[in-house]
């Protein structure tokens, strides 16, 4: 079985017990929370699909850890201006494993 959950403005497909760094939430490590939006929910050829989420459906999910992904780096440069511009940017995640899918 498997779900379509909307979380931090992304879609993701996700299985029970699989892992996956999302858009951070504020949660303590190892708390289980309930996401209640999801879009659709398949098992095999049938899927069920919200419009725009699945009645009743919902999928529970327990929090590993908090962090922050590697260093994306900016650089900006006009060619013949003297102009360049460095910057560094670390987005917060938050890793989760999902426990079950109710739907």
């Given at each position: 079985?498997?779900?379509?959950?909307k979380?931090?403005g992304?879609?993701?497909?996700v299985?029970?017990?699989e892992?996956l760094?999302?858009?951070?939430?504020?949660a303590d490590i190892?708390s289980?929370l309930?996401?209640?939006?999801v879009?659709?929910v398949?098992?095999?050829?049938?899927i069920?699909f919200?419009?725009?989420?699945?009645?009743g459906?919902?999928?529970r999910?327990?929090v590993?850890s908090?962090?922050?992904?590697d260093?994306v780096?900016i650089?900006?440069m006009?060619r013949?201006?003297h102009?360049?511009?460095?910057q560094?940017?670390r987005?917060?995640?938050t890793?989760?494993?999902?426990?079950a899918?109710?739907?």
């Amino acid at each position: 079985m498997y779900a379509v959950i909307k979380t931090g403005g992304k879609q993701y497909k996700v299985v029970a017990g699989e892992k996956l760094k999302i858009e951070q939430i504020p949660a303590d490590i190892g708390s289980e929370l309930t996401i209640d939006q999801v879009l659709a929910v398949g098992e095999g050829e049938s899927i069920k699909f919200g419009a725009p989420l699945v009645e009743g459906a919902s999928v529970r999910v327990t929090v590993i850890s908090q962090g922050r992904h590697d260093k994306v780096r900016i650089f900006k440069m006009r060619r013949r201006k003297h102009y360049q511009k460095r910057q560094g940017h670390r987005q917060n995640y938050t890793e989760i494993q999902v426990v079950a899918i109710n739907g």
